[in-house]
C-alpha cells in the first residue's frame, strides 16, 4: 500500500537540487527504459535526509518537466554509495551529460524497495511517474513549475 499524497505539501518540501549530470551505471536506460540523470552524491542537499522515491519539477537546457527522483542505495542493485537519480518525463533527442540541471523536490512517493523481479520494479517505477502526473496538476504543487530557481 503507498500513502496518500497530501493536498499541498508540507515541511521538508519543497526542496532545491542542482549540479552537473554525471555518469552512473548506465542501467537506468539499458535495462529499465527510465534513464536517470544523476547528479553527484556531494549535491545532494541535507534537507533530504530520507532515501526514498519523490516528485517535482526538474529543468534541463533551459525547459523545466515533471520528474521522479530516486535518493538511496537502489536495494534492487545493492549500490554501496547513495545516489540521486531524476527521471525526467519528456523524449529526449540527445542525452545531457555534463550539461547543468535544476530541480523542485515537491513530495514524497515511498520508500526505496528491493524487488524479486526486474519486471516488478518498472511496474513501480510506472505506477510513481502516474502518481507524480497526478499530484502536480494539483495548482499547490504545479505552481512550483514557476518557481524562481527556474528563473535564475
Ligand atoms: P547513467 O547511469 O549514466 O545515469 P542512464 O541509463 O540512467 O545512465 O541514462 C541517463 C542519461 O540519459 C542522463 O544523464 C541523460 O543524459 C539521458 N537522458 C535522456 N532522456 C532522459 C530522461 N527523460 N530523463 C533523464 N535522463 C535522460
Ligand atoms: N531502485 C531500487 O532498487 N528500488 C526502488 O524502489 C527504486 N525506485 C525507483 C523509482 C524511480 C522513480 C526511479 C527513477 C528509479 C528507482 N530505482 C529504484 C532506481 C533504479 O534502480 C536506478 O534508476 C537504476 O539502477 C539506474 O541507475
Ligand atoms: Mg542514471
Redesign the pocket.
Known amino acids: 500500500m503507498r500513502a496518500q499524497i497530501p493536498e499541498r505539501p508540507g515541511s521538508p518540501f519543497p526542496i532545491e537540487v542542482a549540479g552537473i549530470v554525471t555518469k552512473?551505471?548506465?542501467?537506468?536506460s539499458r535495462?529499465?527504459g527510465?534513464p536517470?540523470a544523476?547528479i553527484p552524491p556531494t549535491d545532494i542537499p541535507p534537507q533530504l535526509d530520507r532515501v526514498g522515491?519523490y516528485f517535482g519539477y526538474a529543468m534541463v537546457r533551459q525547459e523545466v518537466f515533471s520528474m521522479?527522483?530516486?535518493l538511496?542505495?537502489?536495494?534492487?542493485?545493492k549500490?554501496v554509495e547513495k545516489?540521486l537519480?531524476?527521471?525526467i518525463v519528456h523524449e529526449f533527442k540527445s542525452d545531457f551529460y555534463g550539461e547543468s540541471m535544476r530541480a523542485i523536490v515537491c513530495g514524497w512517493?515511498?520508500?526505496?524497495?528491493?524487488?524479486t523481479t526486474r519486471d516488478a520494479?518498472i511496474q513501480?517505477?510506472r505506477k510513481?511517474?502516474t502518481i507524480a502526473l497526478t499530484a502536480l496538476e494539483q495548482p499547490a504543487y504545479a505552481q512550483f513549475k514557476e518557481h524562481p530557481i527556474f528563473k535564475r
Do not use: Q
Request: proline share 5%; no cysteine.
Open positions: 552512473g551505471f548506465g542501467r537506468g535495462e529499465l527510465f536517470t544523476n522515491v521522479v527522483m530516486s538511496g542505495y537502489n536495494p534492487y542493485y549500490n545516489s537519480e531524476i527521471y512517493l515511498r520508500p526505496e524497495l528491493d524487488y520494479l513501480d517505477i510513481d511517474v
